[in-house]
């Protein structure tokens, strides 16, 4: 089966979006890694596997798709919780970086719940 003859297949998108989030991730990292309260290989190791879930998009396997789908969601929720706390009534870098992130990932997880839908909804 080919991509684009999969309706509602948005794996390119999320591929993208993906990509832009582990660079916005590796880029920010090194400027904020005092106010993350987690240890910096942790950090490294999410970029990693952003960008291994990136790689393995594919219409093909419906486990990939799920993946993105939580991937998306715990990218979502892990950057808008840093960004919701950083928010101490006046908008400095990072809280806008985890705000950019949290749309970045907030995007991702509508494509990946609409590719979602479209695999089950036309493949079985």
Known sequence: MKEDKLPHYYGDTIRLIFVIGGI????TLPVFQDRINLPIFISIIAMLGIGVTAGLTNPRQRWVIIFNAVASALGFFIFEY???????????????????????????????????????????
């Open 24 to 27: 916005g991730m590796l880029l």
């Open 82 to 124: 840093y960004a919701v706390d950083a928010f101490t009534g006046r908008v400095d870098l990072f809280f806008l970086a985890n705000q950019f992130l949290a749309l970045l990932f907030f995007i991702a997880l509508y494509y990946s719940v609409k590719t979602l839908r479209g695999f089950t909804l036309f493949l079985n």
